[in-house]
């Protein structure tokens, strides 16, 4: 399964920030960007990652399974990461997952029948002040999500 | 979350007011131009123009006594000190991945100022004599790191980094790289094995950084805060940093505050500033509870009651004689609504999920914390448990390769130290000694439901 011309791109960009003998350094950037392309990482397209970068497939794996934002199972369309972590939870967080999850019908690892949203619980993203926080797709993220916050959000996501 | 109060102008005073809004792009006053109207780049272009020397720069920060604001609080001009002047490969990283539970300064930091970051790391290249930067931005902040990165090409077109700096001959590039969800990499030697593509599992020290860093080189990391820092310092003077907080306990510092009060955020106060006038500004405690506990500095470090944290002053001393740690500043404040053996559990379960597994004891300890803490919690705690709890934490502590096995261990101790009768409750009644009614009442979320009111 091979990588995009955008994405290879995009890993290119990366790897010229390191210096010329140390190409590994762009893996874990490199794995964000086909994550982006993929939806998530299934072991071609890893293998892809590590034929690019030169480097061993295993040693690929590795990072891909270390970080907790890799995913190497399918998700849904829309994937919630509710902070639970205990700051947050004085503010409500568990309390918005358990929101999340009987709006959803779903549990914390779980995805909607329709494939549209996968449920994770997450730990503290550094924005405790902001609670309940949760991340979209990773890469966005959402603050003060109470109730009426939340109903809003779902809408959103088409 | 916006800053509440500020104080030094070449950090925060830029900095949004609404506590409210979090949405980025209505964000203003980050770029260049405002950084440098508000006296941005001036220090650097001061020690350029003055050709002050290098040796000059750690003597003024070592004056300010700035001591690291990443969590050990180690002195920052004695840590620049120590890297080897003759190496001809040197690097300076900044530690942007705040995830201990309870921070959230370094994200206002890289919203609102990421030119003060830029700003102290070139200075910091210059005293220590590095060619290279970079600047580790944790996974969940992904847009602000690509706000860094913008900061970044603002820098870069401004001549402020790159070859020839300002054309004084300085050479410092600096790059921003993205981590990806491990809280493990926000100690340093994990976090260095991370910017070199590998798993971020710590490593054994000694070699400390400065003498084998990122890819073998000499290597100084500082956290966010630290750098930010560093261009009042040398634009004031590190007198006058040092006379904004205390003897031994420099300058101004950022405090996180989270949980139950009216008002969390972040607040910019004096070294020395005492608790409760924190407290205050935080718009005290919510529905007008009652303070029960404080973790002062972020979740690894111990837990105190109340009557004890309302007698500390914000500062490395006062809260070390009272039993705890100032850590990262995070202030983590818990009203009589909740459950001391409940929010142990949940912090177990976070050095649990987080612990990397090189060392048996930590993987297995802090398996073992969680399972035990996890029991009394449901009912099935034994009369032993306790005693075991302490067993454990001991025997994790000092046995590990990085820090965070006593970071696991220190809130067992300390919750079970000060908050012991309601552990014994729970293992001798099967049931939370507060109310599960009462608890929810402390969560926002839960009372606003309740009450079927928009915010
Ligand atoms: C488990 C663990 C997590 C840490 N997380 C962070 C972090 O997120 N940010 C940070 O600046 N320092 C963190 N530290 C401390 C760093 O190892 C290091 O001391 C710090 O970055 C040095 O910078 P400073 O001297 O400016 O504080 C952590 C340490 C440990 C043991
Ligand atoms: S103490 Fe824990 S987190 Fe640190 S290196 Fe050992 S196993 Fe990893
Ligand atoms: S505890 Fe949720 S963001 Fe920090």
Known sequence: ??????????????????????????????LIFAQDEKGWLAHET??????????????????????NMYDLHPVGKYKLTVCTNLPCALSGGVHAADYLKKKLGIDFNETTPDGKFT??????????????????????????????????????CK | MALLQSINPLLSAGWQRDAHEWRLENDTGWHLKDYEARGGYQSLRKILAAKMSPDDVIAEVKKSVLRGRGGAGFPTGLKWSFMPKAAPEKYIVCNTDEGEPGTFKDRDIQRFDPHAVIEGMIIAA?????????????????????????????????????????????????????????????????????????????????????????????????????????????????????????????????????????????????MGTPFPKLLE?????????????????????????????????????????????????????????VCMVQALERLSWFYYEESCGQCTPCREGTGWLYKVIHRIEHGLGRPEDLDLLSDVSTNIMGRTICALGDAAALPVLSFTKHFRSEFEYHIEHKKCLVPRDVQKAGSTFHTRLMAGTAC
């Not at chain 1, 890893?46 to 970080?67: C, N, T």
């Not at chain 2, 029960?292 to 070390?320: F, N, Q, R, W």
């Open chain 1, 1 to 30: 399964m091979m990588l995009s011309e955008a994405t290879l791109k995009k890993i290119d960009r990366e790897v010229a920030k390191y210096p010329a003998d140390q190409k590994q350094s762009a893996v874990m950037a490199a």
């Open chain 2, 281 to 337: 500004m935080a718009g005290g405690m919510r529905g007008g509870r009652k303070l029960k506990a404080v973790i002062p500095g972020g979740s690894s470090a111990p837990v105190l009651p109340a009557d004890i944290i309302m007698d500390c002053t914000l500062d490395y001393d006062s809260i070390a004689k009272a039993g705890s740690m100032f850590g990262s500043g995070a202030v983590i404040v818990m009203d009589e609504t």
């Open chain 1, 46 to 67: 890893i293998a892809s990652v590590a034929q690019y970068l030169d480097m061993p497939e295993m040693a690929v794996f590795e990072v891909a399974s270390f970080y």
């Open chain 2, 126 to 270: 210059y005293a220590v004599g590095a060619g290279r930067g970079y600047n580790y931005i944790h996974g969940e902040i992904y847009e602000l790191y690509q706000r860094f990165e913008q900061a970044l090409d603002e820098a870069r077109a401004a001549g402020l980094i790159g070859q020839n700096i300002l054309g004084s001959g300085l050479n410092f590039e600096l790059f921003a790289h993205q981590g990806w969800g491990a809280y493990i990499c926000g100690e340093e030697t994990g976090l260095l094995e991370s910017i070199e593509g590998k798993k971020g599992q710590p490593r054994y020290k000694p070699p400390f950084p400065a003498n084998v860093g990122l890819y073998g080189k000499p290597t100084t990391i500082n956290n966010t805060e630290t750098f930010a820092s560093i261009p009042y310092i040398l634009r004031d003077g590190g007198d006058a940093f040092l006379n904004l907080g205390k003897p031994n306990n420099g300058g101004t510092k950022l405090f996180s505050v989270s949980g139950h009060v009216n008002r969390p955020g972040n607040f910019e106060v004096p």
């Open chain 1, 119 to 156: 449920l994770k619980e997450g730990e503290c993203m550094g924005a405790c002040g902001d609670a309940p926080v949760m991340l979209v797709n990773n890469k966005h993220m959402r603050c003060f999500m109470a109730p009426e916050e939340i109903d809003l959000l779902l809408e959103e």
